[in-house]
């Protein structure tokens, strides 16, 4: 254990552009009743952390330290914590929306928000994997319970969510449909999906049909994806939206059409993060990397991210 009480974070004082992140030294945080302190080995970005950087949503106005994603080493426990100790590899996502702060060397959180890291992977893969594996699994697994059989359509299968979304479906047996470009076809099929569909040439509205389960990671767009998904559902069917506001007009065209809609907002899950670890230790789950970068590096990371052109997961690596 390290006797520093200083250390490294990514923080930002106004709301703004990638240049608003700053590397800064900070006071080291000490875990409380039912916490672990993680020294950081790796954490993940979402599309989340750009947008509360150049937003006030969730988490208001700065400083703050974003990140939910995390993957290190347990560097001490609090009062109560019974499942881990100081040297245990851990993975896990820190609650959401109010639990950011893993793009720093240190974090604390709620020792049930994290799962034993799978040996059989690094951190660097094992940071990319919680809240994005997370919202794929409360979404298929958890809400709508896919599977095998079912035939299940995931808009933007290319993307963080989506491609976990893919494998996850599958492991469970279902038949997968994925919209994205072109270019990213071939990368999905590498992942078993069955079926791809362009949505910049193709109307997927009109193209695909008698779906069980639509996983919706693009929300109510100019394109109104999310309603449109609404018609490609057999009776019964359920949409799962991961952008988990609507108005009621979603709701009255599920209605008419004999079909239903729930809005998902991501937890921190124990129980959902050992389901991961396992898929992850059986070979059935893998994040694809599109980018890493050392901590100081962040706000590269982030106009990488904000360019919405990347397969997968960038990750921060803290070394």
């Not at 038949?175 to 362009?198: M, N, P, Q």
């Amino acid at each position: 254990m390290t006797t520093n009480k200083i250390m490294r974070a990514i923080s930002q004082d106004v709301l703004g552009g990638p240049e608003v992140l700053k590397q800064v030294e900070l006071e080291r945080p000490e875990p409380g009743p039912g916490q672990l302190l993680v020294r950081v080995h790796a954490a993940g970005l979402n599309p989340t952390d750009w947008k509360h950087r150049g937003n006030a949503l969730f988490l208001g106005t700065p400083p703050y330290v974003l990140g939910w994603d995390v993957s290190g080493v347990v560097e001490a426990v609090g009062t109560g914590v019974t499942l881990f100790k100081p040297g245990d590899e851990v993975f896990g996502m820190l609650p959401y929306p109010h639990g950011a702060g893993s793009h720093a060397e240190y974090v604390t959180g709620p020792a049930r928000a994290f799962a034993r890291k799978p040996a059989g992977i690094g951190h660097e893969q094992a940071g990319a994997l919680p809240l994005a594996a997370l919202t794929a699994w409360q979404a298929l697994a958890d809400t709508a319970r896919v599977e095998a059989g079912q035939r299940v359509l995931i808009h933007a299968a290319a993307g963080g969510v989506g491609h976990l979304a893919v494998q996850i479906a599958k492991a469970r047996g279902a038949y997968v449909i994925g919209t994205a470009s072109a270019g990213k076809h071939g990368f999905l099929r590498e992942l078993g999906t069955d079926e791809v569909v362009d949505y910049r040439e193709v109307d997927f509205a009109e193209a695909v049909r008698d779906v069980d389960v639509v996983l919706d990671t693009v929300g109510e767009d100019e394109h109104r994806t999310r309603s449109r998904s609404l018609r490609t559902l057999r009776p019964g069917g359920l949409l799962v939206s991961i952008l988990p506001f609507a108005d009621a007009e979603l709701y009255e065209e599920a209605e008419r059409l004999g079909v239903r809609v729930e809005l998902l907002l991501v937890e921190a899950d124990h129980a959902g993060m050992k389901e991961i670890a396992a898929l992850a230790e059986a070979g059935e789950l893998r994040a694809h990397i599109a980018g890493s970068f050392p901590l100081a590096d962040a706000a590269k990371a982030h106009e990488l991210g904000e360019t919405g052109r990347t397969a997968g997961k960038l990750v921060l690596t803290v070394g």
